[in-house]
């Protein structure tokens, strides 16, 4: 029989390596050196679970972890051969970073997709962050990227970690659902020219406005930093360079807000490309007169 | 002359009831109690002065204020009689919740508009929010109402806060441009209703894809929880009620860019039926055949 959660591994010393490699995962070079990210909450690691993420293994604190589907959800991993450790209440109120804990946290493995191996099928869209200051923002854009059916976030150098616990936690499982790829930007622009992918961009000094624009597909939408906007290599390197219209004093908006009112007008875009040519294929289908 | 940053009057002492005061405003209770908040950074100073904003008094902290521009700002305060406080640099940082703090905070007279002297042009739109779980949420939808022309915002009961620290930061002086307006949620259906507003909804259960229905105008587009969307109250007194499509395995976006995709849809349909209207008036303009 497994072992019950009462009779886990117990971690309650904060120089335990156990502790001190989780505490790690919280810094940018901790992920980087073991390749493992955090994260946290039941929502969470189900949706962990669900997308078959390669969980390493999964910490519990037994009083906060009150609710029975968290409880299942760590029996359904312990059966499965996942390693299920308890940190003591003092240990996992130092650890979390949950507004609410709710007792449970797991490391999973990165998995990163090499550029050379990426394919785009002929209406494939993609999301591309070159610089996103706010780890809330890119995560949140990872979400708005699964909702419109982006295939994946190619994160440009290294101005972004979507591995970040905000960011992880703002995609509300997205990042388990997308490719997630990372590259310089120069082999991006190189990948996006040989795969014939169209690079769209936005600037407040857009020609066009970006509801009037037709987008080619494949394509990727390409979002720069929130301060300073694309640099000069990639604005020069857009096939279109569209324009959000603002009314107000304002000169911008929220970047993630920015980024998902593009990929929904990206996302109509292709499901309007998509019905016309199913529909003209209906129409070849059609028997001719005679 | 003027008193100089250096002779201003200084405040070093927790206990001051002037520094409890600045406190009390980062609490929801000490800003209803006074119909007053707070705005921190030279950014959002610069912004509320701009927008004629009715500042109570500014408190600065000379050696964090190093940037010229905001130091001007301070003189052009004063000149106008603004009331301007020193605090310590102990009392400063325990008061700021900027992550770069830029030595400047100001008090600003709260400004709410009564729902019955409300009037909207035939072409208004409005954003309406029932209960929105966080403030930067709360605060990015200010923002792109900003953005999309939105006249103002009406809070409905008592779920949300425009004025509260992160609203406001989020916000990037929106809350100076839009009319802000509270109110039930009973009125505000009794007011869309006797100034024939069309009501705009959004629901995973709507009838209509968002891109695929015809608002008429004007319009308040109302958004519900995080959690819990719209009550059963408001959804049935949507007049159209839309659905965002989703393609990913998740089943909802983030609330401020639900609010933002929407917003961006009915400014566009706003201005084509404007560009309409104004295309008809200039045919009808023209001279007739003779």
């Known amino acids: 029989m497994h072992e019950s959660k009462h009779s886990l591994r117990l971690v309650h010393d904060a120089k335990d390596p156990r502790f001190q490699n989780l505490r790690s995962l919280q810094t940018r070079h901790g992920r980087a050196r073991s ?34 589907f968290g409880q299942k959800l760590v ?69 708005t990227a699964e909702a419109t059916g982006a295939a994946g976030l190619l994160v440009l150098g290294d101005g972004a970690d979507p591995y970040e616990p905000s960011a992880a936690r703002a995609s509300m499982g997205a990042l388990f659902a997308l490719k997630l790829v990372r590259c310089s930007a120069w082999e991006f622009v190189e990948w996006a020219r040989a795969s014939s992918i169209a690079i769209v961009g936005s600037s407040p000094a857009g020609l066009l406005d970006f509801k009037s624009f037709h987008c ?50 990206l996302f109509d875009q292709r499901r309007a490309t998509t019905r016309k040519r199913s529909d003209s294929s209906r129409a070849s289908e059609r028997p001719g007169p005679c």
Chains 1, 2 share one sequence.
């Open 35 to 68: 390749g493992l990210f955090l994260i946290e909450g039941i929502r969470h690691v189900a949706r962990a679970i669900e997308a078959r993420a390669p969980i390493q293994s999964v910490f519990i604190e037994p009083s906060s972890l009150n609710n029975t």
């Open 75 to 143: 029996e359904r991993l312990q059966h499965s051969g996942v390693r299920c450790v308890r940190l003591t209440q003092r240990l996992y109120r130092e650890l979390t970073l949950a507004a609410e804990p709710q007792g449970i946290v797991a490391v999973v493995h990165q998995q990163w997709t090499p550029l050379d191996s990426v394919r785009t099928d002929s209406g494939g869209l993609w999301l591309a962050v070159e610089s996103v200051d706010s780890p809330g923002n890119l995560g949140t854009m990872m979400r």
């Open 216 to 265: 080619r597909w494949p394509a990727v939408l390409v979002i720069g930093s929130e301060k300073r906007g694309l640099s000069e290599h990639l604005t020069q390197s857009c096939d279109f360079m569209v324009r959000i219209p603002m009314a107000g004093r304002g000169d911008s908006i929220n970047a993630a807000v920015a980024a998902g009112v593009l990929l929904y007008e």
